[in-house]
């Protein structure tokens, strides 16, 4: 053995470990365990993705233009000239920025270590917010990128006493607003604002904290004028440079506050948790059951001393920092006049921010949790915390493994779809209505008109189909009311502005095919044979088709 190489060989081996001792690579390591898969579905669409797929410049420019953001019309258009794959790496990369400046504004605070790092896995890895997958809403991630990166510049600006930095995070602010869902949640910048102006007066010779209550109110409002003009100031620029006009001018997706909804859900609740025409548990109650247990654990005494009663109380905070975040998260939903279930709210592209306030309350539940289990060793305690919250982490890594699988099953359904369609001749004329009954499409998801439109255009290249989710037309009372309630949306932008609406032809319905016992096992075995034998697969095998069921002859 060489021991002149020893020292340097040691020096190599400590300047490794220090590599992964550091946070951000920690934090884009477990980031990557979870959201790597998300470049299996690089060529996949979702929701209103086929409605972008394929599109020209200019009807991108004006549909965007109609709904008050000309400028995502370029930047889809600028995406699709480079590829489609590009929305899954920006996703993935503007994923990880934003959950890397989350760690840095931690970072300004006066969290502990373990906090800062802990609250970042858990925003990076919750099961919330599955609708970044979807293309469509890759710019909702860049405008969320904007908006933290500004508030972690003004939270630099004040602490070096910048105003020109301070100014450009205002800016920033605005820019950000395009993403409607973000101007509710603006509310967190004022309180952080209140929070550290509150701290610089304390601390200062001022003598800001022996006034009044209507003193300090005062003092604050003057400190923060600016921020809480902000929303004000973007409303106006927006009413008069970016107006919804279209298809988009009816009401859609514009911020009308309703109290009364926001009184049904809780009303919602309340009946659920004590029904009076006998016991239903369903998602309502199943959320009250939760938020009374976690209440129960929240007021239980730890065992132990000063430390567990330090750890407590430091739970209780995380808890009421997340119930906060989570509260302006959610809030866009229902500002735009939309009453939230709660089953969906795991996909809808309004819910960015939920990940941050599920964060603090996730870590703030565990640490009291944990706290109230004896453990006589300290060293021990921390041990179990930090077992704990490692198995935690991974549950969390796997359940977004089945996330990407279930949205991946979908991508198979709409090749399946696509191919059933170019190989069935019938299938490819106006004449006919085709029904989507194979429940292999995500989440339970229902498929829209530009979705079955889409796919259709992928395989005949025709912008005349009449395609339904067989459970979308049953709930809205058949396919000539689902048609109905969505014609402002049809035309070029859909894909559907030729078929044939007035009169339904012969229907054909499309079933799950016989060999699928198992859709996880089918997606398994495909994945393998696009791998090794690409020419083998044959992705209608997947889907199989009843009919025509026709009552009157129709004439080609």
């Known amino acids: 053995m060489d021991v002149t190489r020893l020292p340097k060989e040691q020096h190599e081996m400590r300047a490794i470990k220090g590599l992964f001792e550091r946070a951000e690579l920690q934090i884009f390591l477990v980031y990557s365990a979870a959201h790597l898969p998300i470049f299996l579905l690089s060529s996949a669409r979702y929701w209103d993705d086929w409605s972008?797929?394929?599109?020209?410049?200019?009807?991108?420019?004006?549909?965007f233009t109609q709904a008050g953001f000309p400028l995502l019309g370029y930047y889809h258009y600028a995406v699709q000239l480079i590829g489609w794959w590009l929305y899954a790496f920006s996703t993935f990369a503007l994923g990880y920025l934003i959950i890397h400046v989350f760690y840095l504004i931690l970072k300004s605070f006066d969290f502990s270590k373990f906090d800062t790092k802990a609250l970042a896995f858990l925003a990076a890895i919750l099961p919330i917010y599955f609708a970044r997958i979807a293309a469509i809403n890759n710019p909702g991630l860049f405008f969320l990128l904007i908006f933290i990166f500004s508030l972690y510049i003004y939270l630099r600006s004040v602490s070096n006493k910048n105003t020109y930095t301070e100014y450009l995070s205002y800016a920033l602010f605005i820019?950000?607003?395009?993403?409607?869902?973000?101007?509710?949640?603006f509310l967190l910048v004022f309180f952080i604002?209140?929070?550290?102006?509150?701290?610089?007066?304390?601390?200062?010779?001022?003598?800001?904290?022996?006034?009044?209550?209507?003193?300090?109110?005062?003092?604050f409002i003057k400190r923060t004028a600016a921020i809480v003009l902000l929303p004000f100031l973007y409303a106006i620029i927006q009413h008069f440079l970016f107006k919804k006009t279209g298809m988009f001018a009816a009401n859609y997706n514009i911020i009308d506050i309703n109290f009364g909804t926001i009184i049904s859900e809780i009303k919602v609740i309340i009946l659920y948790s004590f029904p009076y025409d006998g016991i239903y548990i369903g998602n309502p109650v199943a959320l009250a059951i939760f938020f009374a247990a976690s209440f129960i654990v929240y007021l239980i005494r730890p065992n132990s001393a000063a430390s567990a009663t330090e750890t407590e109380c430091n739970g209780k905070g995380l808890i009421g920092i997340g119930v906060l975040l989570l509260g302006l998260g959610g809030s866009a939903y229902v500002l735009v006049g939309k009453e939230p279930s709660y089953a969906p709210w795991m996909a809808t592209r309004f819910q960015a921010l939920l990940p941050f306030g599920a964060a603090f309350s996730t870590l703030g539940l565990l640490k009291i949790i944990c706290a109230v289990f004896p453990a006589k060793n300290p060293d021990r305690r921390h041990r179990m915390k930090v077992a704990s919250f490692a198995g935690l982490i991974a549950v969390f890594i796997v359940n977004w493994w089945f996330v990407y699988a279930t949205?991946?099953?979908?991508?198979l359904r709409q090749e399946a779809f696509a191919d059933t369609i170019k190989n069935t001749p019938s299938l490819q004329s106006r004449n006919y209505v085709i029904l989507d009954r194979s429940g292999l499409n995500a989440f339970d998801t229902m498929p829209g008109l530009g979705e079955y439109a889409g796919l259709h255009?992928?395989?005949t290249g025709k912008h005349d189909a009449l395609i339904l989710d067989y459970a979308s037309m049953t709930a809205y009372g058949g396919w000539s009311g689902f048609v109905g309630n969505f014609k402002r949306f049809l035309g070029a932008w859909s894909k559907v502005e030729n078929a044939a609406l007035d009169v339904p032809g012969c229907l054909y319905i499309v079933n799950r095919g016989s060999e699928v016992q198992s859709k996880w096992s089918y997606a398994v075995s495909v994945f393998i044979v696009k791998?090794?034998?690409?020419?083998?697969?044959?992705?209608?095998?997947?889907?199989?088709?009843?009919?025509?069921?026709?009552?009157?002859?129709?004439?080609?």
């Open 457 to 459: 255009e992928a395989a």
């Open 175 to 185: 820019f950000s607003f395009q993403f409607n869902a973000l101007i509710p949640s």
């Open 52 to 63: 972008l797929s394929g599109a020209s410049k200019e009807m991108l420019i004006s549909v």
């Open 407 to 411: 949205f991946y099953v979908d991508h």
């Open 193 to 219: 604002a209140a929070f550290l102006f509150h701290r610089k007066a304390d601390a200062s010779t001022d003598p800001i904290h022996h006034r009044g209550y209507l003193s300090k109110f005062a003092y």
């Open 531 to 556: 791998i090794t034998d690409p020419e083998r697969y044959s992705a209608r095998h997947l889907l199989s088709l009843d009919g025509p069921y026709c009552q009157t002859p129709r004439q080609m």
